[in-house]
């Protein structure tokens, strides 16, 4: 997909992701004899967040990875010391970090950048060439009110994607539980942890997606394209994944104590994905 | 069997509903319409042309029904041949597996037969060898043959303290002259040896590898090179059972204690006075005090009352604990060495005229500070040993200043157990091979030739009676060619015998010969990896998984397009009946069996003949390794068959990310057993990637188009994943993975037996598995045919009874009822296990040979005025029916297994119906992840099921399940059915992968299922070979005969019994299903 006015894309796109996504479900019955063509036509295109271009983004864009980073190594001997009191008191650090980064760089839930998915075609006008790419410029839900006409105010979706980020926390708990976190044992570290991955990799999405059902089908399906959030969240996952990897090793360190190497493993790709999703590399790529 | 279709099928288009099928075929519209056309004949028999032209249609009808018949059996036919070549390849492959394991574990894993002969006081090895009988050199001594006297030598001493100083390598005790934290901390030893050489000396000990403390205590006891597998009576137990020192001083009366390590209590249990002795954990390497302390705490008190025992053992780790922890260079082990001189200081000070004192260490350390391996600085230890009573002489005065390097006059470790029994007056320990110690029986001027001479002939002669029982029981030959150690025996009773005149140190000397020349053989027979064979195996393997991979890339093909299309069946058929034969039929995939047999075979048989006989005329016993080269050139031939036709190198790559996630799954595991602790945690390992599976398919429904099938496969993830953390609570840890493992497989971690509360999960999963298969089945409307009495009676009758064996079993070792007559319980519950294995496998298999399909055929009006038959259960009609194979194999391993691993197997049978959705959902039926995801699941339920790769978590119990006492063959099956019940279920499932949710027209169906079995045996044999690699290349390693070693064996074991599972229950499984099938159904393959 070629780098082009995110503004004009945007609406040929969505018509042609309005189209598949409509023509889905007469496809749909035919399972038995169609399953090997492409499920691509059948999932509702989503395009790639578009940060805003304002210099305060650009600042934030660079400065909130940096200062998580830099958080992370400055912690990093406590954490292993005491990992729930650590995790425990940078957590509100962290979510501020986010919630800042948010709002000065995301595109609000629904607005243009945000990449409308086939649901965004209810929506009023999509792709309305008099959209600018700044935030709340335009109608559209924000991340808990899909009500159409009203403005969303940036710090109410952020509120609200919070709470939502809080809900999505047990999940995450289990599915840390269900790949092999102690369940009977340390639960104050497995859920600090999901927190923690909540707030880095899911948080931004449901800034930008809302309760979007057809965006998060496609980030679920991995057919959303690169970009800040996407890229953080895939990265955010497999670090945290990779991050299992030394915890049975006999070194008897400290560090390979639950949960710090999923939460180094988290951070590292979290902000490795975010960085190279947002970049000229992978922007707008699909898997 | 007749067939009922008459006209040709009318081509009805089927309308949405997806399970059943329309095909004119039915037992009653057979007889319909005979009837009608009887009818009907007779009504019009008048009319002559219609009669003619009557005649005319019936002929070619009959004619047609003729070709139909001549095509069914020449495609029946046709299956068969290309089932045979199937399971030729499978054989070809299991050859590959066998002599590639073979090969590698000969030269590696080194047996020893542990010979179950004792010596007796009464019998000295002098009277009944080879020599003139009756000829002593000492002549008769007080006391002699008791052991107040001394058995086979004058004793010297009452009783012996035993101080072992774990990992005391020489250099620690001698003057070195630099400023190392280790050197010249421990003075006392050597200090005292060169001041007063009567009463003490210092020399090098060498160990024999593996330098672990274990296989040190066994040679230090015993006088033998232990290796890793002692062939002896007990094969799980760590116990010594053949003689040894300590067995001889319990067998004549002397009372033992013991301090420190507590691995002496598992080696010798029971041996030890338990009012006095103080065992210590000897596991924390971060705790370099409690032992020594508790040792030097309790030695003192015992010396002061030394009528309380006779030998005194303590065992110190603090110094081997310093070397882990922190390397020999550091203040800690300065501190560590000075705390001993002072300890063996103070002790030597308590010492006795009767009593001996002797320091050693088992073995030394590398310059990090582990041992292990067989590195000089690992087997260099010291030996010192001290009395007040001035004993020790030297032959030469220059050896009274102790060694100054190890290189110099070591001793064998194995040389302390003549020495020590000699001098205690006990028989030596009839497997020893090691000689005494020269300054313990030269006497104090260093002159007592004849002393000497007699202490090596009689240890000499214990040898020679050894080595004789040895080659008896393993059939070797014993040559006496010169040089040969038989030769050197005869030369030196010929010295003894011979003149009158007799020279004392040359016959000391001629049997000192002896007894090296003798150890040097045995070493070369026991201690020796032999890498040749390692590396041939190796290779043999490697290139055993390529060619498995090359097979399961050359099948499959474009017969998927074809399989569900009617048309092209319909128009093939008419074809092959205008006269085309069937040979036409064979696929491409078939000619590749034929091909890969035909030549394997041309390539092994001369290769093998030729090394067989080669080895005849050489009479070298090298044959195998014939085997191994024929084996080699068997895969490049059928390598180069198999290129001629297909680009492989290019196929074996995987496609697409299934393929990747596979590929993964296997090296990643496969590179992790390079890892000790990526080994002991292997369960965690498998529930992380059966969790992870189960996510990406979850998020992979998502591209699903259509809704339903979305949440269907988003459920059947979930479940997946869910039931796998649910299994992995049931745990047997490792001793390895304390302490951050409970285990909860039985009822305590010090028990066998299980917890009340779980004798309830075998009847939970009798009250809900079979309705669960049910509900799997009616879906597709599959719950048809016999599979309601089967599932629903037979197997739930199973499950009951193996729920009700455990109860009893329980019942029976709690003694819960009392007042019966002894063994009811016992009785009963074993008849029980036998009705449920007679169920499994005898009913089972007779059910699985005759059952009809699970459809059933209904005529149902769908137009008005016009019938139509529908046969239920059509579009799962193999699956459906090949499932009852699994669960008879479920049924049989429930029993087998202890109640949790019964509820694990259940569990994974419910993962297995879930995971054939998820892949017929998800359009991945054909990718190599199915297989490879079942292959991982049954080794999660391995460990599931209460198992480790480790000797010791065998349940060798379970063999007295269905018999009362050890039948073979029986006793090994049920232990193998036991302990591999995850595998083989799984292996046993395979081809549902391939076979779930497809109808009776697909083709190529054995061909997938091999391929599918390819792939699944591929996983096996990756790990195999991996784990082979693995223990070769670190057969140096600290960790090799705990871990390393335990998983390459179960490895190996696991790869032959699914190639034989493969071979013997899975295609021919699918043999008896297509036959039975296409029996019904007529001949799609």
Same mark, same amino acid.
């Given at each position: 997909?070629?780098? !082009?006015?995110?503004?004009?894309?945007?609406?040929?796109?969505?018509?042609?992701?309005?189209?598949?996504?409509?023509?889905?479900?007469?496809?749909?019955?035919?399972?038995?004899?169609?399953? =090997?063509?492409?499920?691509?036509?059948?999932?509702?295109?989503?395009?790639?967040?578009?940060?805003?271009?304002?210099?305060?983004?650009?600042?934030?864009?660079?400065?909130?990875?940096?200062?998580?980073?830099?958080?992370?190594?400055?912690?990093?001997?406590?954490?292993?010391?005491?990992? !729930?009191?650590?995790?425990?008191? =940078?957590?509100?650090?962290?979510?501020?970090?986010?919630?800042?980064?948010?709002?000065?760089?995301?595109?609000?839930?629904?607005?243009?950048?945000?990449?409308?998915?086939?649901? =965004?075609?209810?929506?009023?006008?999509?792709?309305?060439?008099?959209?600018?790419?700044?935030?709340?410029?335009?109608?559209?839900?924000?991340?808990?009110?899909?009500?159409?006409?009203?403005?969303?105010?940036?710090? !109410?979706?952020?509120?609200?994607?919070?709470?939502?980020?809080?809900?999505?926390?047990?999940?995450?708990?289990?599915?840390?539980?269900?790949?092999?976190?102690?369940?009977?044992?340390?639960?104050?570290?497995?859920?600090?942890?999901?927190?923690?991955?909540?707030?880095?990799? +899911?948080?931004?999405?449901?800034?930008?997606?809302? !309760?979007?059902?057809?965006?998060?089908?496609?980030?679920?399906?991995?057919?959303?394209?690169?970009?800040?959030?996407?890229?953080?969240?895939?990265?955010?996952?497999?670090?945290?994944?990779?991050?299992?990897?030394?915890?049975?090793?006999?070194?008897?360190?400290?560090?390979?104590?639950?949960?710090?190497?999923?939460?180094?493993?988290?951070?590292?790709?979290? +902000?490795?994905?975010?960085?190279?999703?947002?970049?000229?590399? +992978?922007?707008?790529?699909?898997? | 069997?007749?067939?009922?279709?008459?006209?040709?099928?009318?081509?009805?288009?089927?309308?949405?509903?997806?399970?059943?099928?329309?095909?004119?075929?039915?037992?009653?519209?057979?007889?319909?319409?005979?009837?009608?056309?009887?009818?009907?004949?007779?009504? @019009?028999?008048?009319?002559?042309?219609?009669?003619?032209?009557?005649?005319?249609?019936?002929?070619?009808?009959?004619?047609?029904?003729?070709?139909?018949?001549?095509?069914?059996?020449?495609?029946?036919?046709?299956?068969?041949?290309?089932?045979?070549?199937?399971?030729?390849?499978?054989?070809?492959?299991?050859?590959?597996?066998?002599?590639?394991?073979?090969?590698?574990?000969?030269?590696?894993?080194?047996?020893?037969?542990?010979?179950?002969?004792?010596?007796?006081?009464?019998?000295?090895?002098?009277?009944?060898?080879?020599?003139?009988?009756?000829?002593?050199?000492?002549?008769?001594?007080?006391?002699?043959?008791?052991?107040?006297?001394?058995?086979?030598?004058?004793?010297?001493?009452?009783?012996?303290?035993?101080?072992?100083?774990?990992?005391?390598?020489?250099?620690?005790?001698?003057?070195?002259?630099?400023?190392?934290?280790?050197?010249?901390?421990?003075?006392?030893?050597?200090?005292?040896?060169?001041?007063?050489?009567?009463?003490?000396?210092?020399?090098?000990?060498?160990?024999?590898?593996?330098? #672990?403390?274990?296989?040190?205590?066994?040679?230090?006891?015993?006088?033998?090179?232990?290796?890793?597998?002692?062939?002896?009576?007990?094969?799980?137990?760590?116990?010594?059972?053949?003689?040894?020192?300590?067995?001889?001083?319990?067998?004549?009366?002397?009372?033992?204690?013991?301090?420190?390590?507590?691995?002496?209590?598992?080696?010798?249990?029971?041996?030890?006075?338990?009012?006095?002795?103080?065992?210590?954990?000897?596991?924390?390497?971060?705790?370099?005090?409690?032992?020594?302390?508790?040792?030097?705490?309790?030695?003192?008190?015992?010396?002061?009352? @030394?009528?309380?025992?006779?030998?005194?053992?303590?065992?110190?780790?603090?110094?081997?604990?310093?070397?882990?922890?922190?390397?020999?260079?550091?203040?800690?082990?300065?501190? @560590?060495?000075?705390?001993?001189?002072?300890?063996?200081?103070?002790?030597?000070?308590?010492?006795?005229?009767?009593?001996?004192?002797?320091?050693?260490?088992?073995?030394?350390?590398?310059?990090?500070?582990?041992?292990?391996?067989?590195?000089?600085?690992?087997?260099?230890?010291?030996?010192?040993?001290?009395?007040?009573?001035?004993?020790?002489?030297?032959?030469?005065?220059?050896?009274?200043?102790?060694?100054?390097?190890?290189?110099?006059?070591?001793?064998?470790?194995?040389?302390?157990?003549?020495?020590?029994?000699?001098?205690?007056?006990?028989?030596?320990?009839?497997?020893?091979?090691?000689?005494?110690?020269?300054?313990?029986?030269?006497?104090?001027?260093?002159?007592?030739?004849?002393?000497?001479?007699?202490?090596?002939?009689?240890?000499?002669?214990?040898?020679?009676?050894?080595?004789?029982?040895?080659?008896?029981?393993?059939?070797?030959?014993?040559?006496?060619?010169?040089?040969?150690?038989?030769?050197?025996?005869?030369?030196?009773?010929?010295?003894?015998?011979?003149?009158?005149?007799?020279?004392?140190?040359?016959?000391?000397?001629?049997?000192?010969?002896?007894?090296?020349?003798?150890?040097?053989?045995?070493?070369?027979?026991?201690?020796?990896?032999?890498?040749?064979?390692?590396?041939?195996?190796?290779?043999?393997?490697?290139?055993?998984?390529?060619?498995?991979?090359?097979?399961?890339?050359?099948?499959?093909?474009?017969?998927?397009?074809?399989?569900?299309?009617?048309?092209?069946?319909?128009?093939?058929?008419?074809?092959?009946?205008?006269?085309?034969?069937?040979?036409?039929?064979?696929?491409?995939?078939?000619?590749?069996?034929?091909?890969?047999?035909?030549?394997?075979?041309?390539?092994?048989?001369?290769?093998?003949?030729?090394?067989?006989?080669?080895?005849?005329?050489?009479?070298?016993?090298?044959?195998?390794?014939?085997?191994?080269?024929?084996?080699?050139?068997?895969?490049?031939?059928?390598?180069?068959?198999?290129?001629?036709?297909?680009?492989?190198?290019?196929?074996?790559?995987?496609?697409?990310?299934?393929?990747?996630?596979?590929?993964?799954?296997?090296?990643?595991?496969?590179?992790?057993?390079?890892?000790?602790?990526?080994?002991?945690?292997?369960?965690?390992?498998?529930?992380?990637?059966?969790?992870?599976?189960?996510?990406?398919?979850?998020?992979?429904?998502?591209?699903?188009?259509?809704?339903?099938?979305?949440?269907?496969?988003?459920?059947?993830?979930?479940?997946?994943?869910?039931?796998?953390?649910?299994?992995?609570?049931?745990?047997?840890?490792?001793?390895?993975?304390?302490?951050?493992?409970?285990?909860?497989?039985?009822?305590?971690?010090?028990?066998?037996?299980?917890?009340?509360?779980?004798?309830?999960?075998?009847?939970?999963?009798?009250?809900?598995?079979?309705?669960?298969?049910?509900?799997?089945?009616?879906?597709?409307?599959?719950?048809?045919?016999?599979?309601?009495?089967?599932?629903?009676?037979?197997?739930?009758?199973?499950?009951?009874?193996?729920?009700?064996?455990?109860?009893?079993?329980?019942?029976?070792?709690?003694?819960?009822?009392?007042?019966?007559?002894?063994?009811?319980?016992?009785?009963?519950?074993?008849?029980?296990?036998?009705?449920?294995?007679?169920?499994?496998?005898?009913?089972?298999?007779?059910?699985?040979?005759?059952?009809?399909?699970?459809?059933?055929?209904?005529?149902?009006?769908?137009?008005?005025?016009?019938?139509?038959?529908?046969?239920?259960?059509?579009?799962?009609?193999?699956?459906?029916?090949?499932?009852?194979?699994?669960?008879?194999?479920?049924?049989?391993?429930?029993?087998?297994?202890?109640?949790?691993?019964?509820?694990?197997?259940?569990?994974?049978?419910?993962?297995?119906?879930?995971?054939?959705?998820?892949?017929?959902?998800?359009?991945?039926?054909?990718?190599?992840?199915?297989?490879?995801?079942?292959?991982?699941?049954?080794?999660?339920?391995?460990? @599931?099921?209460?198992?480790?790769?480790?000797?010791?978590?065998?349940?060798?119990?379970?063999?007295?399940?269905?018999?009362?006492?050890?039948?073979?063959?029986?006793?090994?099956?049920?232990?193998?059915?036991?302990?591999? #019940?995850?595998?083989?279920?799984?292996?046993?499932?395979?081809?549902?992968?391939?076979?779930?949710?497809?109808?009776?027209?697909?083709?190529?169906?054995?061909?997938?299922?091999?391929?599918?079995?390819?792939?699944?045996?591929?996983?096996?044999?990756?790990?195999?070979?991996?784990?082979?690699?693995?223990?070769?290349?670190?057969?140096?390693?600290?960790?090799?005969?705990?871990?390393?070693?335990?998983?390459?064996?179960?490895?190996?074991?696991?790869?032959?019994?699914?190639?034989?599972?493969?071979?013997?229950?899975?295609?021919?499984?699918?043999?008896?299903?297509?036959?039975?099938?296409?029996?019904?159904?007529?001949?799609?393959?």
């Amino acid at each position: 997909m070629p780098l !082009v006015d995110p503004v004009t894309m945007s609406s040929s796109i969505a018509k042609g992701g309005v189209a598949a996504a409509r023509s889905s479900p007469s496809a749909a019955t035919g399972k038995a004899t169609t399953t =090997s063509s492409s499920p691509t036509t059948a999932v509702a295109k989503l395009l790639p967040v578009q940060l805003q271009q304002t210099p305060a983004s650009q600042y934030t864009r660079h400065a909130v990875p940096a200062l998580l980073a830099a958080l992370f190594v400055a912690r990093f001997q406590s954490l292993v010391a005491d990992p !729930v009191a650590t995790m425990y008191s =940078s957590l509100p650090v962290v979510a501020a970090l986010q919630m800042a980064y948010a709002l000065a760089c995301l595109p609000i839930a629904g607005a243009a950048g945000s990449g409308g998915a086939g649901a =965004s075609a209810r929506k009023p006008r999509p792709g309305d060439k008099k959209k600018t790419a700044g935030s709340g410029s335009s109608a559209g839900g924000g991340g808990g009110g899909d009500a159409a006409g009203r403005r969303p105010y940036p710090p !109410v979706t952020a509120f609200l994607s919070l709470i939502l980020t809080a809900l999505a926390t047990p999940f995450l708990f289990a599915a840390m539980v269900l790949f092999g976190a102690p369940l009977l044992t340390h639960p104050a570290h497995t859920l600090l942890c999901a927190a923690h991955l909540a707030v880095l990799a +899911l948080f931004p999405l449901f800034y930008v997606h809302g !309760v979007d059902t057809a965006a998060w089908a496609a980030v679920a399906a991995c057919q959303a394209p690169f970009d800040d959030t996407f890229g953080g969240l895939v990265g955010g996952l497999a670090g945290a994944w990779l991050g299992a990897v030394p915890i049975p090793l006999d070194w008897d360190r400290a560090w390979q104590r639950w949960p710090v190497t999923i939460l180094a493993g988290l951070y590292a790709g979290y +902000l490795l994905g975010r960085a190279l999703g947002g970049s000229w590399l +992978l922007w707008g790529k699909k898997f | 069997m007749p067939k009922p279709k008459t006209a040709p099928p009318i081509a009805t288009p089927t309308p949405p509903t997806p399970t059943p099928s329309k095909r004119r075929k039915a037992p009653k519209s057979e007889s319909e319409y005979a009837a009608i056309s009887a009818q009907f004949d007779a009504a @019009k028999s008048a009319k002559a042309e219609e009669d003619a032209l009557r005649d005319a249609e019936r002929e070619k009808a009959s004619v047609l029904e003729w070709q139909r018949e001549a095509l069914e059996s020449a495609r029946k036919a046709s299956y068969e041949a290309r089932w045979l070549w199937t399971v030729g390849v499978w054989a070809w492959m299991l050859c590959i597996h066998v002599v590639g394991i073979g090969l590698f574990t000969g030269g590696f894993l080194l047996a020893r037969l542990v010979l179950d002969d004792k010596s007796s006081c009464d019998a000295p090895p002098t009277l009944n060898s080879t020599t003139r009988r009756g000829l002593d050199i000492l002549g008769p001594w007080a006391g002699k043959g008791t052991v107040e006297g001394g058995c086979w030598h004058p004793k010297t001493f009452d009783r012996a303290v035993i101080v072992l100083i774990d990992a005391l390598r020489y250099d620690f005790t001698v003057p070195v002259d630099d400023n190392a934290a280790f050197h010249n901390a421990f003075p006392f030893m050597y200090d005292t040896s060169l001041a007063s050489p009567n009463n003490a000396f210092l020399r090098p000990f060498i160990a024999d590898p593996p330098t #672990a403390t274990m296989q040190r205590l066994k040679g230090l006891t015993t006088g033998t090179l232990p290796t890793f597998i002692d062939l002896g009576s007990s094969f799980a137990g760590t116990a010594i059972e053949e003689d040894n020192l300590l067995m001889q001083f319990r067998d004549a009366g002397k009372r033992i204690v013991h301090l420190g390590d507590d691995t002496w209590d598992s080696l010798f249990p029971g041996y030890f006075e338990a009012n006095l002795s103080r065992p210590y954990d000897s596991f924390n390497v971060r705790d370099l005090h409690t032992v020594d302390d508790g040792v030097i705490e309790h030695i003192f008190p015992l010396m002061r009352r @030394k009528g309380d025992w006779d030998v005194l053992i303590g065992h110190c780790l603090g110094v081997d604990h310093a070397g882990h922890r922190y390397g020999p260079e550091h203040v800690e082990m300065t501190k @560590k060495l000075r705390q001993m001189d002072t300890f063996i200081r103070d002790l030597a000070a308590t010492m006795d005229e009767k009593t001996v004192l002797i320091v050693m260490g088992d073995h030394g350390m590398d310059e990090k500070g582990d041992h292990g391996g067989e590195s000089d600085d690992e087997v260099e230890a010291a030996l010192w040993m001290y009395s007040p009573k001035p004993v020790f002489g030297r032959t030469d005065p220059q050896f009274i200043s102790p060694p100054a390097t190890a290189k110099l006059r070591p001793v064998n470790q194995i040389d302390l157990v003549p020495t020590l029994a000699l001098l205690l007056g006990i028989p030596i320990p009839f497997n020893n091979l090691g000689r005494p110690i020269e300054e313990a029986f030269a006497g104090p001027t260093g002159k007592a030739w004849n002393n000497l001479a007699a202490a090596e002939r009689t240890t000499a002669a214990g040898i020679q009676r050894y080595q004789a029982s040895y080659s008896a029981a393993r059939g070797i030959e014993q040559a006496s060619v010169p040089g040969s150690p038989a030769d050197l025996w005869t030369q030196a009773e010929a010295l003894v015998s011979g003149s009158n005149k007799r020279d004392w140190a040359a016959v000391y000397s001629a049997f000192a010969t002896y007894q090296q020349e003798n150890l040097k053989r045995f070493k070369s027979l026991w201690a020796r990896f032999d890498l040749t064979n390692m590396i041939l195996g190796i290779a043999i393997m490697a290139l055993g998984v390529i060619t498995l991979l090359v097979y399961v890339a050359s099948g499959g093909g474009d017969d998927d397009t074809a399989v569900d299309d009617p048309e092209l069946d319909r128009a093939e058929k008419s074809l092959q009946m205008q006269g085309i034969t069937a040979d036409e039929q064979a696929s491409a995939s078939t000619s590749i069996d034929k091909r890969i047999v035909t030549a394997a075979l041309v390539g092994a048989v001369p290769v093998f003949l030729g090394g067989v006989v080669q080895s005849l005329v050489s009479g070298a016993s090298d044959w195998y390794r014939g085997a191994g080269v024929a084996v080699l050139t068997s895969i490049v031939a059928v390598l180069v068959a198999l290129f001629r036709a297909e680009e492989f190198v290019f196929k074996i790559m995987p496609r697409t990310f299934w393929g990747w996630l596979a590929v993964v799954f296997t090296l990643s595991q496969s590179i992790g057993f390079a890892s000790n602790s990526y080994t002991i945690w292997e369960d965690s390992i498998l529930l992380f990637f059966v969790t992870t599976f189960g996510f990406v398919t979850a998020l992979s429904a998502f591209r699903l188009p259509s809704l339903p099938d979305r949440y269907l496969s988003i459920y059947h993830s979930i479940l997946f994943v869910l039931l796998g953390r649910v299994a992995s609570f049931s745990k047997l840890c490792r001793e390895e993975q304390m302490p951050y493992c409970t285990s909860t497989y039985y009822a305590s971690a010090t028990s066998s037996t299980s917890a009340p509360w779980q004798l309830a999960i075998p009847f939970l999963i009798f009250l809900i598995l079979p309705t669960i298969v049910k509900a799997y089945l009616t879906p597709t409307r599959s719950y048809e045919g016999l599979a309601p009495v089967w599932i629903g009676y037979v197997f739930r009758t199973g499950l009951f009874l193996s729920a009700a064996y455990w109860a009893l079993d329980a019942a029976d070792n709690g003694n819960w009822v009392q007042g019966l007559p002894e063994k009811m319980f016992r009785n009963i519950s074993v008849y029980t296990a036998q009705i449920v294995l007679g169920l499994a496998f005898v009913a089972g298999t007779t059910a699985f040979i005759w059952a009809p399909p699970c459809v059933s055929i209904i005529t149902a009006a769908l137009k008005p005025g016009k019938a139509q038959v529908v046969v239920l259960g059509h579009a799962n009609a193999h699956g459906a029916r090949y499932l009852f194979l699994p669960l008879n194999f479920l049924a049989a391993c429930f029993l087998l297994s202890k109640p949790m691993g019964g509820g694990a197997l259940g569990i994974m049978m419910w993962q297995i119906l879930s995971l054939l959705e998820i892949l017929d959902l998800n359009s991945l039926t054909t990718s190599p992840i199915g297989p490879i995801i079942l292959a991982v699941l049954g080794n999660f339920h391995f460990f @599931k099921t209460g198992h480790q790769a480790t000797l010791s978590s065998i349940q060798w119990d379970s063999a007295f399940i269905p018999l009362f006492n050890l039948r073979y063959p029986w006793s090994p099956v049920v232990v193998a059915l036991n302990t591999f #019940a995850g595998q083989i279920l799984a292996t046993v499932a395979v081809p549902l992968v391939v076979l779930w949710k497809i109808n009776p027209a697909s083709k190529g169906v054995l061909d997938r299922v091999s391929r599918a079995l390819g792939t699944f045996v591929a996983f096996f044999a990756v790990e195999s070979l991996a784990t082979m690699a693995w223990a070769g290349w670190l057969r140096r390693h600290l960790m090799l005969f705990r871990v390393f070693s335990p998983r390459f064996m179960t490895a190996a074991i696991v790869l032959l019994i699914v190639d034989v599972v493969g071979i013997a229950v899975t295609l021919t499984g699918v043999r008896c299903n297509t036959l039975a099938i296409s029996d019904v159904f007529g001949w799609a393959e």
